[in-house]
Nanobody, 125 residues
Framework: QVQLVESGGGLVQAGGSLRLSCAASGRTFSNGRMGWFRQAPGEERESVAAIDWSAGGTYYADSVKGRFTISRVKAKNTVYLQLNSLKPEDTAVYYC??????????????????WGQGTQVTVSS
């Protein structure tokens, strides 16, 4: 089984930065991908970033492109999300995700095999 443990959320002012971490334990998908989703109250869960575990290709939602950066360190089985230039509309619970389906695009919720527990990101004005 794979467990994903997130950390790094918190409260920041608009324009600030956070770095989220997701550490995977257990068997991982060497040919799959990992990513980040977010969900605000009353909203659907939104895919914001994804990374190919093997090759490192990255994909971003238009709403975060140029501000967020996803990366991974294979030796640590860890994926990161650097959040810069944060806006109040970025406020949400952020979830790490892992899946074995590969595509040249963001992850889809139905493709997620494992979810992290979520970490709260709150951006104040």
């Amino acid at each position: 089984q794979v467990q994903l443990v997130e950390s790094g959320g918190g409260l920041v002012q608009a324009g600030g930065s956070l770095r989220l971490s997701c550490a995977a334990s257990g068997r991982t998908f060497s040919n799959g991908r990992m990513g980040w989703f977010r969900q605000a109250p009353g909203e659907e869960r939104e895919s914001v970033a994804a990374i190919d575990w093997s090759a490192g290709g990255t994909y971003y939602a238009d709403s975060v492109k140029g501000r967020f950066t996803i990366s991974r360190v294979k030796a640590k089985n860890t994926v990161y999300l650097q959040l810069n230039s944060l806006k109040p509309e970025d406020t949400a619970v952020y979830y790490c995700a892992a899946g074995r389906v590969f595509r040249f695009d963001l992850m889809r919720s139905e493709e997620v095999a494992y979810w992290g527990q979520g970490t709260q990101v709150t951006v104040s004005s």
